[in-house]
């Protein structure tokens, strides 16, 4: 897209996802990410900037390459990548003129990613991350010093982001000795953390220097939603900037303070959107909505419920389209376990609403956006918690009439293929058929098959094998097998490294064996989700029609 003209048109023709885009400073090159079919291996290619010919630039098959950056000059592409360290990832400085190469970190004891370079290249940023509520960052330097950036603790917690404002002043949002996470800064001329800006009730999420205007650009999340913040480093104060969606994707500032924002809502698909410095409305730069649908689509209600312990969840319920209404409700419970259902568009959501069904979507333990602590309750407690957050969630609807305990159907993807199967398996009376998306069956063997750089963190996730054996056992949803009874679809990416279809063969083989109503999509070309748009209809469809049957 040439701005200020907003048609937009494509530098690529081939049928894979793009995982990452690093465009030249210069405007000469771009540097492309993306992988194959979904097996998440990115490899990295490099174009003009008007494409044409892909050439490949760091590729080894088999690893997995992440960019950090591009040097302003665009003579240095600095990554990481699992290449000689499949379990911690190494990182490296790739030189775009000679084509030589160095390693400047080894990764170790955690999987180890870059962040960002000094303005001066005198030092660089990293993250090691053992868990999804456990990352730390450290600053190194030429000479091999590091500095770590939040002060060292037992208690375990997580930065999210930090950008250099100068080689000695670092600005981070980081969660250390707080529930919620909260801007602060690390002076490294004298070691010094100090916490700047906190907000109650909201969790920082994204942060963006903007040194024309010496500010940091901050969005944040409250469950459901995000709100973005202007931070004046000379004054040490915020403001709130509305915005026209409801959840962000990514953030970017130009120079001339301009303010670029991709994001959605809940009856909104992903759009780009522009806010000019000094103006207070928002132009909309793509245009991209619903073909095909003449019905409005349907925003959801928010609810809170007491699970069996007292503890309150968050609810988002969606009513089908009362012309079509047939009665039926929806369980679907989000995939992670650590993310959450949030006020954002869903393709999946909107196609079956005007169907006629409705969908009710609990942020049930482990959901992030409430804080540490609520993240971390499902960590070791797969099976438990979650699952009965989910049956009182349930309960609470029908009690209030929003749902009919004759018209229950089950549904979800990946962590949620996995409780779909599970409440198979243990609440079988509750719904009248189930559809698993990517979902694992057995906690033994996922631990055993997930990618290399997932391992060191299966044992705080889910549990050990052999010290948790028997917890595993009773987490996992082939341990009832002979409790399952209701008609399933199960679906599969053949490519899947998350999820492998070895977890999906496993349980098809058992229900069928038992002789239970079982049907089993695989979809050769794709890994955990959808990358080409032609599966994801055909899947749809699918799901439609198996539901259908039930109604």
């Known amino acids: 897209m040439n701005l200020p003209d907003t048609f937009s048109y494509p530098l690529t023709f081939f049928d894979q996802s793009i995982q990452s885009l690093q465009f030249d400073k210069k405007n000469r090159f771009i540097v492309i990410g993306y992988d194959h079919h979904g097996n998440e291996n990115t490899q990295l290619y490099v174009m003009q900037k008007h494409g044409g010919e892909i050439k490949p630039l760091r590729t080894q098959e088999g690893d997995q390459h992440i960019v950090s950056s591009l040097s302003k000059d665009g003579k240095k592409l600095y990554y990481s990548s699992t290449k000689g360290n499949k379990m911690f990832l190494n990182s490296y400085c790739y030189d775009m003129d000679t084509g030589e190469e160095d390693l400047i970190l080894e990764g170790d004891g955690a999987r180890t990613y870059l962040i960002e370079i000094s303005p001066e290249k005198k030092s660089f940023m990293y993250i090691k991350t053992y868990s999804n509520t456990h990352t730390v960052a450290y600053v190194q330097y030429d000479n091999n010093k590091r500095v770590l950036l939040t002060p060292s603790s037992a208690i375990q917690h997580n930065v999210f982001g930090a950008v250099y404002v100068s080689e000695e002043i670092i ?17 490294l001329a004298t070691n010094e953390f ?139 419970p989000h995939g992670g376990p650590q993310a959450s259902e949030r006020k954002m568009f869903s393709l999946l959501f909107q196609f079956l609403l005007n169907q006629g069904y409705s969908i009710f979507a609990p942020n049930f333990r482990g959901s992030t956006g409430y804080g540490a602590k609520f993240s971390q309750m499902v960590e070791g407690d797969w099976g438990d918690g979650p699952r009965l957050d989910i049956i009182h969630g349930i309960e609470w609807m029908i009690e209030r009439g929003y749902a009919d305990r004759e018209k229950l159907l089950l549904m979800g993807k990946s962590y949620g293929g996995y409780m779909t199967l599970l409440l198979a398996g243990r609440h079988p009376d509750y719904f009248k058929a189930g559809i698993d998306m990517f979902g694992p069956s057995n906690l033994f063997t996922l631990i055993e098959s997930v990618p290399d750089a997932w391992k060191p963190m299966m044992k705080k996730w889910i549990g050990d094998p052999d010290e948790n054996k028997d917890r595993l056992i009773d987490h996992s949803p082939i341990t009832y097998i002979n409790g399952m009874k209701m008609p399933l679809l199960v679906i599969q990416g053949a490519n899947d490294p998350r999820v492998v279809k070895a977890e999906s063969d496993q349980i098809v083989n058992a229900l069928q064996e038992k002789g239970i109503d079982v049907e089993y999509l695989v979809l050769e070309d794709e890994g955990h989700g959808f990358s080409k748009k032609e599966n994801e209809m055909k899947v749809y469809r699918k799901i439609l029609e198996f539901f259908d049957r039930f109604i």
């Not at 001339?256 to 759009?271: Q, V």
Request: hydrophobic letters at 30%; proline letters at 3%; one cysteine or more.
């Open 171 to 187: 600005y981070l949002i980081t969660n250390y000795d707080a529930d919620s996470t909260y801007l602060a800064s690390f002076n």
């Open 194 to 332: 100090s916490k700047c800006l906190s907000l109650e009730n909201e969790s920082f999420s994204t942060i963006k220097y903007d040194k024309q205007r010496n500010s940091l650009y901050l969005t944040t999340s409250s469950g459901i939603e995000d709100s973005l913040y202007q931070f004046d480093l000379l004054k040490k104060d915020h403001k709130e900037i509305s915005t026209p969606i409801s959840i962000f994707q990514k953030l970017e500032i130009s120079k001339s303070g301009d303010i670029f924002l991709l994001g959605k809502s809940a009856t909104k698909p992903s759009n780009i959107y522009q806010k000019q410095f000094n103006c207070s409305e928002w132009k909309e730069l793509t245009y991209f909505r619903v073909p095909g649908i003449k019905e409005e689509l349907i925003e959801p209600e928010v609810f809170t419920y007491s699970s069996f312990d007292g503890l309150e969840i968050e609810a988002l319920y969606y009513k089908g389209n009362e012309e079509i209404s047939n009665g039926h409700l929806i369980l679907w």
